[in-house]
Each structure stands twice: as structure tokens, then as C-alpha cells.
């Protein structure tokens, strides 16, 4: 004779707390101000993180740092970078014949 369990009922995921260690908001709210701050606008997570640790501040891990930029959509190269206009294919407009000339460079198979 076989035992059977009875089946579990399924009530999703279980619900987690938030750990005693998690920052408040106001915190976050710090942490981001940092990381936008004239400073260190241009810099990693890691160089900011380094950066406080020399002056003897401690404001979160590389790893809170990332996140609270993930929160805030911020994740992706900090760096200014230059933005070049977009390039316009260049048209041939012929209005007599013989103006344009083309020719085909595309690989044929041997006959």
C-alpha cells in the first residue's frame, strides 16, 4: 500500500523581507546624489567607491552603488561621450545621359 502526499497548494512565491541591513530611502537617496554629484559624475561605481574609502567614508558596496543606479535607470557608461551626426548616403541624380556611371562588384560564380 502506497502513501501519498497530498498536493501542496500553490500560493506563489513566498514573500521575503527585507533584510535588517537594507538602506532606507533616504539613504538611497544619498547614495544617488553621490554618484551624480560634479565629482564623480564621470566615474565607475568602483572609482567612486574608492575614492570615499580614502577620505574614511563609507556610503555602500560597489554592488548598492549598481543598484541604486539600476533603480534609477543610470546603468550604462557614465562617461560623456561624443554624438555624431547621422551620415547621409550620398544620391546620384542624373538629369542628361551619361552623367552617372555605375558598375556592379559583386562576386559572379565561374561559367
Known sequence: MRRTRPAAADTGPPVRRAPANALTPAEREQVLRLLNSPEFVDAAPAQIYAAMLDQGVYVGSIATMYRVLREHAQV?????LARHPARRRPELVADAPRQVYTWDITSWPDR
Open 76 to 80: 550604462r557608461d557614465r562617461r560623456r
